[in-house]
T-cell receptor, first 112, second 113 residues
């Protein structure tokens, strides 16, 4: 079964707005990662947050992690049309090296 | 730039055929993975390999086998393709350690008729 579940499944916003996606998971983790997938392509790594971190930034991306609620959120600020893609969270369960479990993804549509 | 390549972007095969999907990485990574991606199901791990000639089953290994004879190459084999194996197949690699990101290939969209 999938470890991570993203919410919402789909999100449509206008350019310039912020987009927030959430990920919930079930078991203890070493880290949580976010990936982006453009239509019909492979996944690209965006950001990694460790279990002892609460917040991390990378450019227009902000990721938070709440291990007590087993949840994470990805915020994309000032979105652009080029941000249109599917976004996946992936968890590295505690005690398991290198084996990630992916969620089902959030489809983000950014319109002009 | 790091690079993971897959032998085909699109592949059409007939039921019962033996299918080989090839993946090559140029980053000297120890770990390599094969996933399949289906709508509404996300990515599911088929097999992974943490060293040459080593392999471990993932979550959905039935109907698949793998081969890793060289560090840079990881092959996924469908011994007798079936229509329910129609899917997007993604290869990924990473260096050792659970804190590292995975690098993905562009994917192979396989259709089994």
């Amino acid at each position: 079964s999938q470890q991570g579940e993203e919410d919402p499944q789909a999100l449509s916003i206008q350019e310039g707005e912020n987009a927030t996606m959430n990920c919930s998971y079930k078991t203890s983790i070493n880290n949580l990662q976010w990936y982006r997938q453009n239509s019909g392509r492979g996944l690209v790594h965006l950001i990694l947050i460790r279990s002892n971190e609460r917040e991390k930034h990378s450019g227009r991306l902000r990721v938070t992690l709440d291990t007590s609620k087993k949840s994470s959120s990805l915020l994309i600020t000032a979105s652009r049309a080029a941000d249109t893609a599917s976004y996946f969270c992936a968890t590295a369960p505690a005690g398991t090296a290198s084996k990630l479990t992916f969620g089902t993804g959030t489809r983000l549509q950014v319109t002009l | 730039d790091v690079k993971v390549t897959q032998s085909s972007r699109y592949l059409v095969k007939r039921t019962g055929e033996k299918v080989f999907l090839e993946c090559v990485q140029d980053m000297d990574h120890e770990n390599m993975f094969w996933y399949r991606q289906d709508p509404g199901l996300g990515l599911r791990l088929i097999y992974f390999s943490y060293d040459v000639k080593m392999k471990e089953k993932g979550d959905i290994p039935e109907g698949y086998s793998v081969s890793r004879e060289k560090k840079e190459r990881f092959s996924l084999i469908l011994e007798s393709a079936s229509t329910n194996q129609t899917s997007m197949y993604l290869c990924a690699s990473t260096s050792g350690g659970s804190y590292n990101e995975q690098f993905f290939g562009p994917g192979t969209r396989l259709t089994v008729l």
